[in-house]
């Protein structure tokens, strides 16, 4: 079984400061990964997607991928209390078509 | 923007009833997913579709379970009779390809909780 792990947290920063998430996969095989937020009683919303080993920036969000570690991050700048949601990382399985999902993250950014 | 959309978002039945929930993909979209998410859990796969007929199903989807696309728009699933271990969050989602060394993404619908009593 392919899995993708996540802390499950509660991770708690103040307003304006650096929120710091974090995936290890176990699939060698993944290329894609994705963070999708989730508020609660909502749908998955796509932030970003990362391919190659490095980092991705969008806005307030960095996406950071290292294929040899097998690890995936995403950091948000200034958080907001907006931002409070679960964080849900995803990574395609081998067939392409199914994305698998780790528990997510919970992050309360307090004002 | 375009995007998912389905119904009902709320569906309450008895157990051993058979439902039917209700996707409209992307309209340019080609590829149709279901998900579900149990209250707590993580979100998991069910089947992708594409070109009219299944690609990829998980263990969840057994034979209690089906999709269909009966018209340009429609995407359905439908569980024949459902058990209470139903009653979970299901997701559409739909993706332009699912190419995965393509930029395109799935995205997902509002979801429709169902609820099995």
């Known amino acids: 079984q392919k899995e993708v792990e996540q802390n499950s947290g509660p991770l708690s920063v103040p307003e304006g400061a650096i929120a710091s998430l974090n995936c290890t996969y176990s699939d060698r095989g993944s290329q894609s990964f994705f963070w999708y937020r989730q508020y609660s009683g909502k749908s998955p919303e796509l932030i970003m997607s990362i391919y190659s080993n490095g980092d991705k920036e969008d806005g307030r969000f960095t996406a950071q991928l290292n294929k040899a570690s097998q690890y995936v991050s995403l950091l948000i700048r200034d958080s907001q209390p907006s931002d409070s949601a679960t964080y849900l990382c995803a990574a395609y399985s081998n067939s392409g078509y199914a994305l698998n999902f780790g528990k997510g993250t919970s992050l309360l950014v307090t004002p | 923007e375009p995007e998912v959309t389905q119904t009902p978002s709320h569906q309450v039945t008895q157990m051993g009833q058979e439902v039917i929930l209700r996707c409209v993909p992307i309209s340019n979209h080609l590829y149709f997913y279901w998900y579900r998410q149990i209250l707590g859990q993580k979100v998991e796969f069910l089947v992708s579709f594409y070109n009219n007929e299944i690609s990829e199903k998980s263990e969840i989807f057994d034979d209690q379970f089906s999709v269909e696309r009966p018209d340009g728009s429609n995407f359905t699933l439908k569980i024949r009779s459902t058990k209470l271990e139903d009653s979970a969050m299901y997701f559409c989602?739909?993706?332009?390809?699912?190419?995965?060394?393509?930029?395109?993404?799935?995205?997902f619908g509002p979801g429709t909780r169902l609820t099995v009593l």
């Open positions: 989602a739909s993706e332009t390809s699912a190419d995965e060394s393509s930029t395109d993404t799935q995205y």
